[in-house]
């Protein structure tokens, strides 16, 4: 499989290329050249599978043999022998047409370990065989930079340097990155907010001489690898629900922030997997459900939810979307994100908005809504549900038609955000290795949000 850049001016390469490219070259996204297609019958025999076992055979659909299928098989077993679930994504069914997809079993309690413990071990194996150097630079509103920062600790050959904004992720987020005392990471206090984080990244990586120079690599959800492995879970979902007794339309429901999780859905999709409807679930920084909903892509005033981790202004992976809503015209895409560079807002209509709401239905969550599902759901099913998932299931039942089922992705434990929780009265208890945390000592340095400042920490690091 060739991957190519949404913006058509990147030679066609490999898929460890692509990774390693995170970024395209020419600003663009990496996709792969054709969509894998699984025909029903496959889609029947899959369905059989176990989570590692189904996560191969996707995997190798969009990898060929460029790593040999032993040496992936390896790969996977072992990203997903750290989950405490012997079913890695086990589905909750709440009732006849409630599920949630428990994506939080890895390592830090949030799904991004689905991914990154994939790639961490990716990246290790890579650097093995290439006989090379990777230096690690991410953005994180909070579980990627802990969940990244886990899935390459130690390692050889690879260095890892997060920027997260200072005092806005929630307290087990922050402790879960900053209590990690291997030499290979390195934790950086930002004051600013996630997007000026992002904006960093961003154009760090777009400075070719400076990405080149220090080996940079990319573990934001705009890395290939992490939608390929996230579409997996899609598949596992949808055959648990079914094997459950589960109606015949079956829609999913995502929080969203960046749009990287979802657009897994979308390929998904794309492969054959018949999903209903794909629920598009915000929180107050609605960006993009204004978008399905109104066909304007412009970012709004932030607002603090109770869902850090979906406080985006602008999702870094839309771009992937509107390369398929547009039939595949680099051209066209080049021409949008220039536009949107300077008018700072798309706008789409007619036709095509009507495809944008035939591929998504999308509803944006109030925060005391958001609060709300999560004492009605406590009540009525005795499920503790955290922010983030409140916020897709919230979407799901103002969605959801009679006779539909949807499963919700549930994208973190309600452990690590219990502030939110509190505000209901509701009263857990933290997971050990959650209550362990509090006692290390942290280790972070708390920086200017310039690119000026971050490039001189970096300087000092790799
Ligand atoms: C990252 C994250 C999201 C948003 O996922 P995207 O792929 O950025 O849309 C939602 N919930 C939680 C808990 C997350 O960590």
Redesign the pocket.
């Known amino acids: 499989m060739q991957y190519i850049s949404t913006r058509g001016q990147v030679s066609p390469i490999g898929f460890i290329d692509a990774v390693l490219m995170g970024l395209a070259d020419d600003g663009g996204l990496l996709v792969p050249e054709q969509i894998p297609q699984v025909a029903p019958s496959i889609l029947k025999q899959w369905q059989e599978l176990t989570y590692t076992e189904l996560a191969l055979e996707i995997f190798s659909l969009y990898i060929d043999d460029e790593i040999p299928r032993a040496d992936l098989q390896k790969l996977v077993e072992s990203s997903y022998a750290t989950f405490r679930h012997t079913e890695v994504t086990p589905l909750q069914k709440l009732s006849d047409d409630r599920y949630v997809l428990e994506l939080?079993h890895g390592p830090t309690f949030?799904?991004?370990d689905v991914a990154l413990q994939f790639l961490g071990n990716l990246y290790a194996y890579v650097s093995e065989r290439r006989n090379s150097v990777i230096h690690i630079l991410g953005a994180t509103?909070?579980?990627?930079g802990a969940?990244a920062i886990e899935g390459v600790r130690g390692k050889e050959g690879i260095r890892i340097c997060i920027l997260h904004p200072h005092e806005k992720v929630s307290k087990v987020q922050e402790l879960q990155m900053t209590t990690v005392d291997d030499a290979n990471v390195l934790n950086l206090s930002v004051k600013g907010n996630f997007d000026d984080c992002q904006r960093i990244i961003k154009d760090l990586f777009a400075d070719i001489d400076f990405k080149h120079r220090y080996h940079l690599r990319a573990i934001n959800?705009i890395n290939i690898a992490r939608i390929l492995a996230?579409t997996v879970y899609y598949f596992y979902g949808y055959f648990q629900a079914v094997k459950q007794g589960s109606p015949a339309k079956i829609n999913f429901s995502?929080?969203?922030?960046?749009?990287?999780?979802?657009?897994?859905g979308y390929l998904a999709k794309k492969m054959g997997l018949p999903i209903h409807k794909l629920i598009l679930a915000t929180n107050e920084n609605n960006i993009l459900a204004r978008f399905v909903n109104e066909g304007l892509y412009q970012p709004g005033d932030f607002k603090e939810t109770y869902?850090p981790?979906?406080d985006?202004q602008v999702?870094?992976?839309f771009e992937r979307y509107l390369y398929y809503l547009y039939g595949e015209e680099a051209g066209i895409v080049a021409s949008l994100m220039a536009q949107f560079k300077t008018d700072g807002r798309l706008t789409v209509s007619g036709d095509i908005l009507a495809q944008v709401q035939g591929d998504f239905a999308a509803y944006s969550v109030a925060n005391e809504a958001c609060l709300d599902t999560i004492s009605a759901y406590h009540q009525t099913y005795g499920y503790l549900l955290?922010p983030?998932?409140a916020c897709g299931v919230t979407a799901a039942d103002q969605l959801a038609a009679p006779g539909e089922a949807t499963i919700t992705l549930s994208?973190?434990h309600p452990a690590?955000f219990d502030e939110a929780i509190q505000l209901r009265q509701i009263k857990q208890t933290y997971p050990p290795q959650i209550q362990a945390l509090f006692a290390k000592p942290q280790f972070q340095t708390v920086v200017d949000g310039t690119n000026e400042a971050i490039q001189a920490q970096l300087e000092k690091f790799f």
């Open positions: 939080f949030a799904f991004k509103s909070g579980d990627t969940s959800s996230q995502v929080p969203t922030g960046n749009f990287g999780d979802i657009f897994a869902s981790s979906m985006i999702a870094s992976n955290d983030h998932t994208t973190a690590k």
